[in-house]
């Protein structure tokens, strides 16, 4: 089993970044797909959540209005669209199935 995230990066505050966690090892159409983060000091954190259809999304509080999450089953990926990114959005963001989780990837805002 592989989650493998990508697309993470320094940009400044305001900016986009699209995430990416591509998947393998397992049946991804199957499985609710989730984002989480953990900044330096803090516990991991959920981020969004997206079920096997796509067509129900869960986001927390505060990112809510300015990430979207996505998924593609054909090309088992899901994706985390970010948008007026702040600097407390800085952290290290991971993919779960549940069980399994990625290895992160770290997203820095700052100007």
């Known amino acids: 089993v592989q989650l493998v995230e990508s697309g993470g990066g320094l940009v400044q505050p305001g900016g986009s970044l699209r995430l990416s966690c591509a998947a393998s090892?397992?049946?991804?159409?199957?499985?609710?797909m989730r984002w989480y983060r953990q900044a330096p000091g803090k516990e991991r954190e959920f981020v969004a959540l997206?079920?096997?259809?796509?067509?129900?999304?869960s986001y927390a509080d505060s990112v809510k209005g300015r990430f979207t999450i996505s998924r593609d089953n054909a090309k088992n990926t899901v994706y985390l669209q970010m948008n007026s990114l702040k600097p407390e959005d800085t952290a290290v963001y991971y993919c779960?199935?549940?069980?399994?989780w990625g290895q992160g990837t770290q997203v820095t805002v700052s100007s």
């Open positions: 997206i079920n096997i259809s796509g067509r129900s999304t």
């Open positions: 090892g397992f049946t991804f159409s199957s499985y609710v």
């Open positions: 779960n199935a549940s069980p399994y």
